[in-house]
């Protein structure tokens, strides 16, 4: 199984994106999705996750900003008011464990698309 993930790009500061992941298979109502991000030099870190019914959970530094949501095989990141900050490169995942942060806990991934806000 091979995650799509699309929609990156370059963006102004304050501007917003919309990242789209395709999750192929029919195992995609009993997982998690999450989103991800490392920006250069730095550790990969969570962003959010969506479950199977739709439930969510976002990392405080975009909480108020970005909404992860799904929609049959595809699940996307609404990013809004964007920031230098959110400067990397996103990959999409997928586990089947429950509600989990860190990146080991997940078992599929995309290839990662590039976000950069310029300020």
């Known amino acids: 199984v091979q995650l799509q993930a699309s929609g990156g790009g370059l963006v102004q500061a304050g501007g917003y994106l919309r990242l789209s992941c395709e999750v192929p298979?029919?195992?995609?109502?009993?997982?998690?999705t999450a989103w991800f991000r490392q920006a250069p030099g730095k550790e990969r870190e969570f962003v959010a996750v969506?479950?199977?019914?739709?439930g969510t959970i976002y990392a405080d530094s975009v909480k108020d900003r970005f909404t992860v949501s799904r929609d049959r095989n595809t699940v996307y990141l609404q990013m809004n008011n964007l920031k230098p900050e959110d400067t990397a490169l996103y990959f999409c995942?997928?586990?089947?464990?429950?509600?989990?942060?860190?990146?080991?806990?997940?078992?599929?991934w995309g290839q990662g698309t590039l976000v950069t806000v310029s300020s």
């Open positions: 298979g029919r195992t995609f109502t009993t997982i998690y």
């Open positions: 969506v479950g199977s019914r739709g």
């Open positions: 995942a997928t586990s089947t464990l429950a509600w989990r942060k860190e990146s080991r806990d997940y078992n599929v």
